[in-house]
Each structure stands twice: as C-alpha cells, then as structure tokens.
C-alpha cells in the first residue's frame, strides 16, 4: 500500500524525525519545508522503496553525508563517499588560520591528501588568484574532490594523486597545510559509525598515530619558501608531540590552535630562514 508523505514521517519517533525528514526530502529531490506544506502528497512504490532502504541504512549506523551524498563545509556543499571522509566543522580551522596568516598577494599554496578537496576548495573560493595545489593518495577520492570543484566552478586548483609531498610539482610553496591520518590503529575511543563506515587508510596511521605527520614534517622542508608554513591538523591529545617533531626538524614560530571545542587541533611551524 503507498503511502503519502505525512503518514510516512508520522511512522518514525521524535529522534529520527529530523533525519527521516531529510532522507525523504532527499529521495523526492525537494526541501523539508516541501514535506510540509505538501503532507498529502503520494509516493510512487519506487520512492517508497528507496527511502526505506535509506532509512534502515541509516538506522544501521551508517552517516548521513553517506546516505546523502553531500556534507557542508565552510560555505560550501560537498560530494562525498565512502572513498573520502566526512569532512567536519574542525577541519575549518585549517582554512581559517591559513587564511589569517595570508597577504592579499598571490600565494602558492598545497593541501596534503585533501579528500574530497574540502580545505583546497574553501581556500580557492576564497582566495580565487591563489594557485592552490591539491594531493591524494585515492584515486577514488581526487574524482570526488575534481567533481566538486567541477561543481563548485573552482577553478584554480591542480589535482594530482601520489603520496604526501611526492605529488608536487618542484615549486616552492607559501603554504602547506594537511589533515592527514592521526587516529592510533585500536583507539578505542573512535565512533562506531566511523571505524565501520570511513576510508581506514584516511583515517589510521602508525606510531600512535604520527607516522604520517611524522613524515609530512620532514618532507614538506623540501617544498616550503623559506619562512612559509606547514600546518597540520591532529588529534587533540597529539599537539605536544608535534611541536617536539616540527622542533626537531628546523621548524620555528611554532605553535597549536584549538577549535570551536577548546581542543588543540591544528599546529603549526615556520621555515627557518637562513641568513648567510
């Protein structure tokens, strides 16, 4: 038996309302204010079908931005999949404080394994005369970060797939910035919905978490004008160890930032500039 869209919504109690709400809203190809003032509205058997696959999906644990298809960013909506992870609110702070530390000149900048091309896309439209240089190692997930600039009419950014630094090309950059992986292989702390549904290779990394940081520090010294900055993203109980390892690698002025949560996420060091 079909069913309208008012009697559907009804089904579902108060705490899957909003996203049953959103996944219909998704499956008609309308808005949530659409929903209401058209409850009378019949679902043909195919919509019907889809929505409750979506919804038992949903109910199953896997995300939202999977289900949909897109997640907001800074101003943006993005693609994404399950080749990319969700891009989250904490992640801005790395376009914030690139951002900050920017003239109004034209600046060569490159985001380390950007996914679905969040960070690079956010500073491309804000900074649409910055050549913008963006890597990873998913060949899955460059697609979705070029459909989003495709999508988006971004268009000075240069994809490019290989590992860390070693995607460049042998320019010399303003800034670097990276959210690369920094979650400690066994957290136990780390979501369900997370370890069962997003890309582990973007996710996980060796030596508690700092192999890839670790190797991002050293190889960026190669890429970096001397007294740019390197600006990496990581997990709140990790900035201490990073500012021992941008230390330990000739980094100077450095120093952490915390997020909208009060959490040390991004942290950040300077080239040294050599006086002969």
Same mark, same amino acid.
């Given at each position: 038996?079909?069913?309208?869209?008012?009697?559907?919504?009804?089904?579902?109690?108060?705490?899957?309302?909003?996203?049953?709400?959103?996944?219909?809203?998704?499956?008609?190809?309308?808005?949530?204010?659409?929903?209401?003032?058209?409850?009378?509205?019949?679902?043909?058997?195919?919509?019907?079908?889809?929505? #409750?696959?979506?919804? !038992?999906?949903?109910?199953?644990?896997?995300?939202?931005?999977?289900?949909?298809?897109?997640?907001?960013?800074?101003?943006?909506?993005?693609?994404?999949?399950?080749?990319?992870?969700?891009?989250?609110?904490?992640?801005?702070?790395?376009? #914030?404080?690139?951002?900050?530390?920017?003239?109004?000149?034209?600046?060569?900048?490159?985001?380390?394994?950007?996914?679905?091309?969040?960070?690079?896309?956010?500073?491309?439209?804000?900074?649409?005369?910055?050549?913008?240089?963006?890597?990873?190692?998913?060949?899955?997930?460059?697609?979705?970060?070029?459909? !989003?600039?495709?999508? @988006?009419?971004?268009? !000075?950014?240069?994809?490019?797939?290989?590992?860390?630094?070693?995607? @460049?090309?042998?320019?010399?950059?303003?800034?670097i910035v990276s959210n690369p992986p920094y979650v400690t292989i066994g957290d136990v702390?780390?979501?369900?919905?997370?370890?069962?549904?997003?890309?582990?290779?973007?996710?996980?990394?060796?030596? !508690?978490?700092?192999?890839?940081?670790?190797?991002?520090?050293?190889?960026?010294?190669?890429?970096?004008?001397?007294?740019?900055?390197?600006?990496?993203e990581h997990g709140f109980q990790q900035a201490?160890?990073?500012?021992?390892?941008?230390?330990?690698?000739?980094?100077?002025?450095?120093?952490?930032?915390?997020? @909208?949560?009060?959490?040390?996420?991004?942290?950040?060091?300077?080239?040294?500039?050599?006086?002969?």
């Amino acid at each position: 038996m079909l069913s309208n869209v008012g009697t559907v919504l009804a089904s579902y109690i108060s705490h899957q309302r909003l996203h049953a709400e959103i996944l219909l809203a998704h499956t008609l190809a309308v808005n949530r204010a659409h929903l209401h003032t058209y409850p009378e509205q019949i679902l043909t058997s195919t919509q019907q079908s889809d929505f #409750e696959k979506l919804m !038992n999906r949903y109910i199953s644990g896997e995300p939202m931005a999977y289900l949909t298809g897109c997640q907001a960013f800074w101003s943006m909506d993005l693609r994404v999949t399950s080749a990319t992870l969700i891009p989250r609110p904490e992640t801005e702070l790395l376009v #914030e404080l690139a951002l900050q530390i920017s003239s109004d000149s034209k600046m060569i900048v490159a985001d380390l394994g950007t996914g679905s091309g969040a960070v690079a896309l956010a500073l491309a439209n804000e900074r649409p005369d910055w050549d913008i240089y963006a890597t990873d190692m998913s060949v899955d997930a460059l697609w979705v970060a070029k459909k !989003n600039a495709e999508r @988006l009419k971004i268009n !000075n950014i240069l994809f490019s797939q290989g590992d860390w630094c070693d995607a @460049l090309p042998k320019h010399l950059f303003d800034i670097i910035v990276s959210n690369p992986p920094y979650v400690t292989i066994g957290d136990v702390h780390l979501a369900k919905s997370v370890y069962d549904y997003e890309p582990h290779a973007a996710l996980f990394s060796r030596d !508690n978490g700092l192999s890839d940081i670790r190797r991002i520090i050293s190889r960026a010294l190669n890429y970096l004008k001397p007294g740019a900055y390197l600006m990496l993203e990581h997990g709140f109980q990790q900035a201490e160890d990073v500012r021992i390892l941008l230390a330990e690698s000739g980094y100077v002025e450095i120093k952490t930032a915390t997020d @909208l949560a009060g959490l040390d996420r991004v942290t950040m060091g300077k080239k040294a500039i050599v006086i002969a």
